[in-house]
């Protein structure tokens, strides 16, 4: 019997049978010897278009680049467009948990008055004097000495607060609210008030506001001899 042959070499990955240097497949049950070496895993963000793919030269780098350019405009064009709604929404949470101080006008101008009712009367914190106004689309313009936040409106409607007194003359269900800021935005709003005595209030949440217009408008129990009447209007800021 022949002895079996002396050979000095790597042993197969297989089955362990040993290979002379050189050979690429095992003598005994031919398995690859030098089997090429897998590839090492591609880190995660590899994983994501467009970047899954292995760059071979420089194909494909000029796409991806140009959508990494995309994305990164269209996040920082997001951010500027949510910028004013979040800083909306912070100031109005900060409204929400702060305390209001009144804020006094130092100018009011009346577009129309009835003798003996300025429109100044609207702010002389005394419930039995008004502003009376000789028909609805009359307006008065409040102007302040520096830009405040203007958090609510609080508006007296009719004559008086007193209920006996409050039906003697007509008043305005309705205001167009039109606010002025520092840098000369203009904001409106209908104001929709109850035909009731006392204060009602109108939140506004308006930042850096330098002047405030109110006109009377949808009059009720308006006839011959009455005036529309606005007793008292309050403006509140944020302390």
Same mark, same amino acid.
């Given at each position: 019997?022949?002895?079996?042959d002396e050979v000095a070499g790597a042993p197969c990955p297989?089955?362990?049978?040993?290979?002379?240097?050189?050979?690429?497949?095992?003598?005994?049950?031919?398995?690859?010897?030098?089997?090429?070496?897998?590839?090492?895993?591609?880190?995660?963000?590899?994983?994501?278009?467009?970047?899954?793919?292995?760059?071979?030269?420089?194909?494909?780098?000029?796409?991806?680049?140009?959508?990494?350019?995309?994305?990164?405009?269209?996040?920082?064009?997001?951010?500027?467009?949510?910028?004013?709604?979040?800083?909306?929404?912070?100031?109005?949470?900060?409204?929400?948990?702060?305390?209001?101080?009144?804020?006094?006008?130092?100018?009011?101008?009346?577009?129309?008055?009835?003798?003996?009712?300025?429109?100044?009367?609207?702010?002389?914190?005394v419930s039995n004097s008004y502003w009376g106004a000789p028909?609805?689309?009359?307006?008065?313009?409040?102007?302040?000495?520096?830009?405040?936040?203007?958090?609510?409106?609080?508006?007296?409607?009719?004559?008086?607060?007193?209920?006996?007194?409050?039906?003697?003359?007509?008043?305005?269900?309705?205001? +167009?609210?039109?606010?002025? @800021?520092?840098?000369?935005?203009?904001?409106?709003? *209908? $104001? %929709? &008030?109850?035909?009731?005595? /006392? +204060?009602?209030?109108?939140? @506004?949440?308006?930042?850096?506001?330098?002047?405030? *217009? $109110? %006109? &009377?408008?949808?009059?009720? /129990?308006?006839?011959?001899?009455?005036?529309?009447?606005?007793?008292?209007?309050?403006?509140?800021?944020?302390?």
């Amino acid at each position: 019997m022949d002895a079996p042959d002396e050979v000095a070499g790597a042993p197969c990955p297989s089955c362990g049978t040993p290979n002379p240097p050189g050979r690429r497949f095992c003598r005994r049950c031919a398995t690859a010897l030098n089997p090429a070496a897998k590839p090492e895993p591609l880190p995660w963000w590899r994983t994501v278009w467009p970047f899954r793919r292995r760059v071979r030269a420089s194909s494909g780098r000029a796409v991806r680049l140009l959508v990494i350019l995309a994305v990164v405009v269209a996040l920082c064009a997001g951010a500027v467009l949510l910028l004013p709604a979040g800083r909306a929404l912070f100031e109005d949470t900060r409204d929400k948990l702060g305390k209001f101080k009144p804020v006094t006008p130092v100018g009011i101008r009346a577009s129309a008055e009835t003798p003996g009712h300025p429109a100044k009367n609207t702010t002389d914190a005394v419930s039995n004097s008004y502003w009376g106004a000789p028909a609805p689309g009359a307006s008065v313009t409040y102007t302040f000495g520096k830009p405040f936040r203007l958090v609510d409106i609080v508006i007296t409607n009719g004559p008086s607060r007193n209920p006996e007194k409050y039906h003697s003359q007509a008043r305005a269900l309705e205001m +167009d609210l039109e606010v002025w @800021t520092s840098d000369g935005e203009r904001q409106t709003k *209908r $104001l %929709t &008030l109850n035909d009731k005595p /006392g +204060d009602q209030p109108n939140p @506004t949440g308006i930042s850096d506001v330098k002047s405030v *217009r $109110l %006109t &009377l408008r949808s009059p009720v /129990g308006l006839t011959s001899g009455r005036q529309l009447a606005l007793a008292e209007v309050e403006f509140f800021q944020r302390s």
